[in-house]
């Protein structure tokens, strides 16, 4: 299964706008087809269960679903422009190609609703799921904040104001709602291949980009059980010394901003200091989450080949935008907590999978890398290190299964 993305990113206000309400036939008939579909799907495991291939019927009619899922999401999420069909025809600009049945496991298809789960889980973080909570008086449906709907929501204020979806933004909701459809295709019994979170796959070709702010590793994914088994523990003095060092950041970046907002231009030793700072923040937490393997140096200094990041010297800013930094630096705040939940998903579940096979999942890792990378780009332009507002999307990613003498960039401006 593939996505296949040929939006231009341009967007009309009005239907921007009512795009919530614009998009409610869609989901009627999304609800009467899902009850089908679900019917579908339990024929389709019986049938794939007795013959190991999908039944050309049932797949087809659920490949129909799929993409109609996708598209309908893609439109509500902003990621497309155009109206989308209610049969789920080829052609729209984020769509779906869903290959013929193939041979499948018995196996695996027996056991796939439990070997789905760390798909849901990651789906969850990428997408968003409703999660439903009771109390004796009422029940109540909440959507669990995911990075495709944070994009959204900060695309849809984007789109009103220039009439275009940022590019960044346009590929985080792309990058959730494919994500979800590789979910439903596995589910629905339509291919063996288990769903891949890492964004050069759901995605294709990512953006290129070298910024002020630039996260490269240097190493691949294996890693050694035993400091993977205590990974918290061995964490722990960094942690306590990452506090520490952010009270003195936070009295660093206050003066940095009044210095800055003096002069057009941070300090050589504040802008010094708090790159420091950042570069450490991003060793830890890579070290933490299991995206990099090798202990970490306290001083934050270069040359981390887990997760290294590149800091572009002192440059002159715009004064207007340092007065108001703390303002604009929102947004970028909260798609940073959208994918703070990829990042620890992916830990969690990266951390079973080192235990097992001695190695972290390249599809966890580079997504991991994206989330580093975005943080650190975020907390480099509160700091005013850069005047560069960060990316919103996946780019170019870093390749842990290369050598370790092969340098991969990671840039996220």
Same mark, same amino acid.
């Given at each position: ?18 795009? /919530? ?44 679903? /799929? ?63 409703? @999660? /439903?909570?009771?109390?004796?008086? @009422? ?55 288990? %769903? ?70 941070? %300090? ?146």
């Amino acid at each position: 299964m593939r996505l296949l993305i040929t939006d231009d990113l341009e967007r009309k206000r009005a239907t921007v706008f009512f795009r /919530v309400f614009l998009v409610i036939p869609h989901f009627v008939w999304l609800g009467l087809w899902g009850i089908a579909a679900l019917f579908a799907a339990f024929a389709n495991w019986i049938a794939t269960l007795a013959t190991g291939r999908s039944h050309a019927s049932f797949h087809e009619f659920l490949a129909q679903y /799929v993409k109609y899922g996708t598209q309908v999401y893609g439109y509500l999420l902003l990621g497309a422009s155009p109206y989308p069909p209610f049969d789920g025809r080829a052609g729209y600009p984020i769509d779906l190609e869903i290959d013929p049945p193939a041979p499948q496991p018995r196996v695996g298809v027996a056991a796939r609703l439990i070997l789905a789960i760390p798909a849901l889980l990651l789906a969850s973080a990428l997408f968003g799921f409703p @999660n /439903v909570s009771s109390s004796r008086s @009422n029940a109540t449906i909440n959507d669990s904040l995911g990075v495709a709907h944070a994009a959204a929501f900060l695309g849809w204020f984007a789109c009103l104001a220039l009439r275009r979806m940022p590019r960044g933004l346009r590929d985080s909701v792309a990058w959730g709602v494919g994500f979800t459809a590789q979910l439903w295709a596995y589910l629905f019994l339509l291919t063996s291949t288990y %769903p891949d979170c890492d964004p050069s796959v759901v995605l294709g070709e990512l953006p290129g980009r070298e910024d002020a702010i630039t996260l490269r590793t240097r190493e691949g994914l294996r890693r050694s059980r035993l400091t993977v088994f205590f990974r918290l523990p061995l964490a722990f003095p960094h942690l306590v010394w990452l506090l520490l060092w952010s009270l003195l950041a936070l009295l660093a970046a206050v003066a940095n901003w009044f210095a800055t907002l003096a002069t057009g231009r941070p %300090p050589a030793a504040l802008h010094s200091f708090l790159s420091a700072y950042v570069r450490y923040q991003a060793h830890v937490y890579a070290f933490l989450t299991l995206a990099a393997n090798p202990f970490p140096g306290f001083a934050g200094v270069p040359g981390y080949p887990g997760a290294d990041v590149e800091i572009a010297g002192p440059a002159r800013q715009s004064r207007w935008t340092v007065g108001f930094r703390a303002l604009l630096a929102l947004p970028a705040l909260l798609l940073s907590a959208a994918f703070g939940s990829l990042l620890w998903s992916a830990a969690f579940l990266g951390w079973f999978a080192a235990l097992v096979t001695g190695r972290m999942p390249r599809m966890l890792c580079n997504a991991q890398l994206q989330v580093i990378r975005y943080a650190a780009q975020v907390n480099g332009y509160l700091c005013m290190l850069t005047a560069e507002y960060p990316y919103g999307g996946p780019c170019e990613p870093a390749a842990p299964t290369a050598p370790a003498a092969t340098t991969a960039a990671l840039a996220i401006g």
